[in-house]
């Protein structure tokens, strides 16, 4: 059985302090990364970025409504550029898992696949009874 009762309980500590400094560690960098590559308004109450698509790394597409003007933007690292302006009439929305604010719900996507696998798992099951 080796090592001390001191020892392990320093084991258990130190395990339990690495630990949470991993989870902490992995909040700050999911806040970080939400910030960067978040689709939603933030506050904003005059801008709206409607759509986005990285074409490359630190490159992306964005469309963005300002009022009543849409307009297609490329972003990079360094420099933004206008392209043209969109007609939003023309525009595809998917309202399954967008919210008010336009902002992708990541506890919606959740429930949708859930909801498709677990269907799925039940035809399965369906189709193994109907077999025996």
Known sequence: MGGSIVGKIFTVIATLIIFVVILYLAYKTTKMLGKRYSLGNM?????????????????????????????????????????????????????????????TDFAQILKKTAAEKFNFNKSKENKNEKEN
């Open 43 to 103: 506050g904003n109450k005059n801008l709206k970025i409607i759509d986005s698509m990285h074409i490359g790394q630190d490159k992306m597409l964005m469309i963005v409504k300002s009022g009543d003007k849409t307009v297609l933007i490329g972003v990079s690292k360094d420099h933004m550029e206008y392209i043209c302006d969109v007609d939003e009439s023309k525009l595809v929305f998917s309202t399954d898992t967008a919210n008010e604010n336009g902002v």
